[in-house]
């Protein structure tokens, strides 16, 4: 980590103002004038933020159209300023030329940062290029530090050789360096990222979907006006897979075609995988989930998970075999929400879910997505409605055996946990080339997945 230059000269005062003019003039450089044109202070009664912060008054930083590029020079002492001011939620830098050294120290500032939400770096104008500013000697890195911030519950062991070599080890461990590309704001902390504009190719955002797989911070990734195509989007398919924090993607005005399109709404799709290969995604969701088990549960199938609920269910009054009962059934449940989605198909094969947090994608603008490829997605989000086992009765001491209850009897099975929906509860896909009435038709698709508010299951009972 940077050293802090101010610790040796004052006391920040957490306004941002204040502080950006004083570490100026401890780096002895002049200020900005379109820098501290773009700090202001807002009354946040109004604003959807209030209620997520305690401040009544927010900091508001927003550069735009800035005459002259950005570079480390002039970025130096507002990243210094940023992680200071508490009242901070939203960083916005709108066609600021920035360099490849600004842009990682503004991505350290960020790290540092307690309170920042949202930072958005949009149409910097050009890709990130070297900083004329700085000398010609080697820059040193920039690391981040993953250290927990949590006090460790049992005392630390004396102090010896070989603890402190284990201490430094464990410190040089938790330093990741800062990369230079546009994905390297997804290792700070915040929640909405916005990167419209900045010409991020296929092999950015293969970055950007490696460290999306593993982020339990970001909800909202704003990649609009790019030139991503299909082989970006299949990475960023394949990231939503595995995660479960993300909830709103927009990837509008890119170069998408239909087979772009088919793979961001197939990663909704449940996945039937070798049971050999479930502990390797297991070990991708886990950050999403604390509390899963490192081994993975003997999953049900259909069968055993029918079977559990007729064991509930008041109408099977002949008890079940010694060894195959309730008990017998439950020992074996998964515990995490994970675990308890996914389905045992055959003994070498188990149904893994596919995202189910994301609920805004917007693929809008997109000229080469086609009436075909939407018809196509149609007919996809037909087949992530939500399937239910057999609710016929089934014997818990064997599903091929004749059930208890007669044949042609069925019994309403409490909900089981066996094949999730999906939330996703908007999905934009327009351009001039697709008529209205299939736009329509995908509409309804979508709707199908929104559940029944409680007080109409209510009334319909």
Known sequence: MTRDPAQAVFEPTGELFKDYCAYCETEERDERDDVLDAIALCDSVDSPRNAQTPHTVHTKLFLRSLEYPLYKRDMSSLANAIPHCGNLYQARFYGCSLSVESWKILVEAVHKSSSLITVAVDFNGTPLGKDP???????????????????????????????????????????????????????????????????????????????????????????????????????????????????????????????????????FRQLDIEASNVQDVRSKVAKFFPHMPADPPGFWSHAEMSAAAQLDHKEVKKPPPKGKGKDALQSAVPTSAWDKTCVKISPET????????????????????????????????????????????????????????????????PPLPSMPGIALRRLIVGNPSISKSILTELDTAVLKHVPTPPEEQQQAA
């Not at 050789?161 to 430094?168: F, G, L, R, V, W």
């Not at 992530?384 to 099975?413: F, H, I």
């Open 133 to 267: 500013t700085v000398s010609g000697k080697k820059e040193k890195p920039v690391f981040l530090s993953m250290q927990a911030t949590q006090e460790p519950q049992n005392p630390p062991p004396p102090a010896g050789k070989n603890n402190a070599k284990k201490d430094e080890d464990e410190r040089k461990e938790a330093l990741v360096k800062v990369p230079e590309g546009w994905h390297a704001m997804l290792l700070t902390r915040v929640q909405e990222i916005s990167l419209r504009g900045n010409m991020i190719t296929d092999k950015q955002v293969k970055g950007i979907a490696s460290l999306l797989e593993t982020s339990t911070e970001l909800l909202s990734l704003n990649l609009w006006g790019n030139m991503i195509r299909d082989e970006g989007v299949e990475h960023l398919a394949a990231a939503l897979r595995t995660n479960h924090r993300l909830t709103s993607l927009n990837i509008g005005n890119n170069r998408i075609t239909d087979d772009g399109l088919l793979a961001l709404v197939g990663a």
């Open 350 to 413: 188990v149904r893994v879910p596919g995202n189910t947090v994301l609920w805004s994608l917007n693929v809008s603008n997109n000229r080469d997505v086609t009436e075909q490829g939407v018809r196509e997605t149609v007919a996809m989000l037909e087949q992530c409605v939500p399937e239910r086992p057999v609710s016929r009765a089934v014997s818990a001491e064997s599903p091929r055996k004749k059930s208890a209850l007669s044949e042609d009897s069925e019994v309403a099975l």
